[in-house]
């Protein structure tokens, strides 16, 4: 990141209750999201934001509930919004499919261009922990990948210190 000169910015939301996951699923989908975006990015930052929210926006996918062990709870977003290329809309579904890569154009540098499995394997390792990964993006202004968690009734009293 120094070496393209990106800021990264950490926004956490309020009274962000703990959850229950696999760590090492967590950290492989994050350091997915987080490579992808500074690869991506040229010029600008990163932010990764966290929020808490009732329910999951009706904008993207529902939740697939045989899943998810607490389908009718609220949920933390955590995203990362680059100010990077951005994706064609008409790639933006099959992005997430093994071995997928999509023409990073004039501004990407195809010289990282990876295997096309991170985005893949972030949206099944979101699934095995109950989750899911959603994306808004929108081409030569940068993209939002919000990886979305359940949270166990039983930690929303529960606040981290």
């Known amino acids: 990141m120094s070496e393209k000169g990106l800021s990264l910015s950490l926004v956490m939301g ?3 209750p703990r959850i ?11 350091v997915n999201l987080l490579g992808n975006a500074v690869k991506y990015t040229n010029e600008g930052g ?3 934001r966290t929020r808490l929210v009732d329910s999951l926006p009706d904008s993207g996918p529902a939740p697939q509930s045989d899943r998810s062990p607490y389908p009718t709870t609220p949920w933390i977003g955590i995203q990362v919004i680059d100010t990077g290329i951005g994706i064609d809309p008409a790639d933006q579904s099959r992005i997430f499919e093994e071995f997928e890569q999509v023409d990073a154009g004039p501004r990407g540098n195809s010289a990282e261009r990876g295997t096309g499995l991170g985005l893949a394997i972030s949206r099944r390792l979101a699934a095995l922990i109950g989750g899911m990964v959603e994306l808004d993006s929108e081409l030569g202004k940068g993209s939002t990948f919000t990886l ?9 009293s529960i606040t981290p210190k």
């Open 14 to 16: 309020a009274a962000l």
């Open 20 to 30: 229950r996951t696999d760590p090492t699923h967590l950290r492989q989908i994050l």
């Open 46 to 48: 990163i932010v990764v």
């Open 148 to 156: 979305w968690l359940p949270v166990d009734p039983a930690d929303l």
